[in-house]
């Protein structure tokens, strides 16, 4: 009998060990799920105070991208502006310079005071980085001084 008086007293502290074990969890769980209730508060709170400055966020990133989106397709004309009127000598007034970027033309109108003086211009044109073909009617030349001219170039 005594054997089992010692396996009914080990069984007996088991169970009160389990039951002890069993009330801290119990205890721990109720701690954590307050302690996740205060910080879902918590970051609720944080957001809510914040959310205008979330929105201006996100406008400033928008604008950021739309800048960028258009900063991408930016073409630095100056310079090409500047390598045509360089090339223009003495004696040719232009009154018309278009340049479609998607068409890849370049349209120049305008009057040179003699046959030769545009024949310069135009050679002048050919020499130019991004110019690859020069255009011009022939009825361009069959004056020989107060020439309206048109010239069409393809651009490289």
Excluded: C
């Excluded at 502290?13 to 389990?18: C, G, H, Q, S, Y």
């Excluded at 996740?36 to 914040?50: D, R």
């Excluded at 255009?135 to 001084?145: A, H, Q, Y």
């Amino acid at each position: 009998m005594s054997h089992f008086q010692f396996i009914k007293g080990v069984f007996e502290i088991l169970l009160i060990t389990a039951s002890v074990l069993a009330m801290i969890l119990l205890g721990s769980q109720t701690v954590l799920q307050t302690y996740f209730a205060e910080l879902t508060e918590n970051v609720v709170a944080v957001n809510s105070e914040h959310i205008e400055e979330i929105r201006e966020i996100l406008r400033v990133n928008k604008l950021l991208d739309q800048t960028q989106n258009v900063q991408k397709g930016y073409i630095a004309w100056t310079p090409l502006i500047e390598e045509v009127a360089s090339s223009t000598p003495q004696g040719v007034t232009l009154s018309s310079f278009t340049i479609d970027k998607i068409g890849q033309k370049m349209t120049l109108s305008g009057y040179a005071q003699t046959r030769d003086i545009f024949l310069q211009f135009q050679n002048e044109l050919r020499g130019i980085s991004f110019v690859s073909d020069i255009n011009s009617p022939l009825s361009d030349l069959t004056k020989p001084e107060n020439i309206a001219f048109n010239i069409t170039a393809t651009l490289k």
